[in-house]
């Protein structure tokens, strides 16, 4: 069946620093990908997305490109703030006749002054 | 995007009893989906709820453990019976609205089993 995985947190940055988190994909089809993030005490909220093979979601200083070839959708900020600390899911939906949004485990992020 | 109302945003519950959880989307959306969130962990499709038929739930999730109701296409409830401490998780709602919007969730409701 279809499935994500994420690079295994906590990882723990300091301000202003590159960060990656990475995410790789199992699916049949062609997916949907996207990112969601939970901050501390808070739902889950919509980070960026991307529908095929090629394109870039971004959304605060986030990016990801969906790359069919290597099945991925790494999460990139080029300058981490403190406020970015959250917990980041990467998911799929295949958009089927199911829409079902599968995600992955999750990748806590903490950014040090 | 849809905006998700979902109440209770938190209880404690005493096992074997039983708690329903409502949510209430400002729009008609054609699919509902539940989730759980144990903690510390990522989120796990309970069921997906359709309007005028029965619910779809997932592997190792049974009706007699979470009833859902669709009555309509802007509100749903689930229903977690017979609780016991392991059913302590943040059970979530959410829609999609297309592919435009992607998939929205309910603030969550923060369960607790004693």
């Known amino acids: 069946g279809d499935s994500v995985t994420q690079m295994e947190g906590p990882v723990t940055l300091s301000e202003e620093a590159f960060l990656t988190i990475n995410c790789t994909y199992t699916?049949?089809?062609?997916?949907?990908l996207f990112w969601y993030v939970q901050y501390p005490g808070e739902g889950l909220q919509l980070l960026l997305k991307?529908?095929?093979?090629?394109d870039k979601g971004s959304n605060k200083g986030f990016e990801a490109t969906y790359r069919k070839e290597t099945t991925s959708f790494h999460l990139e900020k080029g300058s981490v703030q403190v406020s970015d600390s959250a917990v980041y899911f990467c998911?799929?939906?295949?958009?089927?006749?199911?829409?079902?949004?599968?995600f992955g485990s999750g990748t806590r992020l903490l950014v040090r002054p | 995007s849809a905006v998700i109302s979902q109440k209770p945003s938190r209880d404690i519950c005493q096992r074997g009893t039983s708690l329903t959880i409502q949510c209430q989307v400002d729009?008609?959306?054609?699919?509902m989906f539940w989730y759980r969130q144990q903690p510390g962990q990522s989120l796990t499709l309970i069921a997906t709820?359709?309007?005028?038929?029965?619910?779809?739930?997932e592997s190792g999730f049974v009706i007699d453990k979470f009833p859902i109701s669709r009555p309509n296409l802007t509100f749903s409830t689930l229903t977690v019976s017979n609780m016991s401490p392991e059913d302590s998780s943040i059970y979530l709602c959410?829609?999609?609205?297309?592919?435009?919007?992607?998939?929205?969730f309910g603030s969550g409701t923060r369960l607790t089993v004693v």
């Open positions: 709820a359709n309007q005028g038929s029965e619910a779809t739930y």
């Open positions: 998911a799929l939906s295949e958009r089927d006749s199911s829409y079902k949004l599968i």
């Open positions: 991307a529908t095929k093979a090629d």
């Open positions: 959410s829609v999609e609205k297309g592919v435009d919007y992607g998939y929205t």
């Open positions: 699916a049949t089809g062609y997916p949907s």
């Open positions: 729009s008609q959306v054609t699919m």
